[in-house]
């Protein structure tokens, strides 16, 4: 069974939800940016507590450790999903879909732009150990691992769902996208080079952009005039 086909119109509608649920992650990812630039300090001891945590298990955990480092470094590491987009993006231009491979591509470099401005502006220190398990450089916050695996995972799923891909698939999918997801923000943390907000804020803020891009390219998909003369005809209007 393949998941149903829809519209243009009817991906605007189905985009509405999308869209409410991208201006919540806005939300409250601009208030966790806003209480990091504050130094709210409720916030900045329960980083501190799980972090502190999480550093003392690590370290009794050597093979855990190199676990979460391969993970991280390679299956999660943020090349690893713009490869991916590079790919669907060159399928997407051969197949020739490009206006989509293009604000696939745009998407995901506004997704890099924006991710190291927002470190650049908020310029926070990372966690520092007396006894790191690994290393990282740049400002923490917000994750970059966590951002771009959501912003990838996001639109990718995208582009399946849009594909018509059997619902089999999709549900696969959807549990690889949420594992990659979930997994890379937790392997930042027991790894010891975030805070637990730097992640949370790298998932609301890649979750937005992506809830975003997806609602504005479908939104311009059903107002521009190839989708109206698609529309117009469509065996159901001939019918009518």
């Not at 590491?77 to 604000?103: C, N, Q």
């Not at 107002?223 to 209007?237: D, I, K, L, N």
């Amino acid at each position: 069974m393949r998941l149903p086909l829809l519209s243009p119109v009817g991906r605007v509608r189905a985009a509405s939800p999308l869209a409410r649920a991208g201006a919540v992650c806005a939300v409250l990812g601009g208030a966790v940016t806003a209480l990091v630039v504050a130094r709210w300090r409720p916030l900045t001891d329960l980083d501190r507590e799980v972090a502190v945590a999480l550093h003392r298990r690590a370290v009794t955990e050597p093979g855990f450790v190199h676990v979460n480092r391969l993970l991280t470094n390679w299956l999660w590491d943020p090349w690893t999903f713009r490869a991916l987009i590079a790919v669907a993006v060159v399928a997407l231009w051969w197949r020739g879909a490009r206006p989509l491979a293009v604000w696939v591509a745009a998407t995901t470099l506004f997704s890099a732009l924006l991710q190291q401005g927002v470190k650049a502006a908020v310029g926070r220190d990372r966690p520092r150990w007396a006894d790191p398990v690994d290393s990282a450089s740049y400002a923490a916050y917000p994750s970059g691992h966590a951002m771009t695996a959501t912003v990838g995972c996001g639109l990718l799923l995208w582009l399946l769902h849009r594909s018509g891909v059997r619902a089999r698939l999709w549900r696969v999918a959807v549990g690889a996208a949420a594992v990659s997801v979930l997994g890379v923000g937790l392997t930042r943390l027991y790894l010891g080079v975030h805070w637990p907000s730097d992640v949370l804020g790298g998932w609301l803020l890649g979750a937005a952009l992506a809830a975003f891009a997806v609602c504005g390219f479908e939104r311009w998909r059903a107002g521009s005039p190839s989708a109206e003369r698609r529309q117009a005809a469509s065996p159901e209007r001939r019918r009518a």
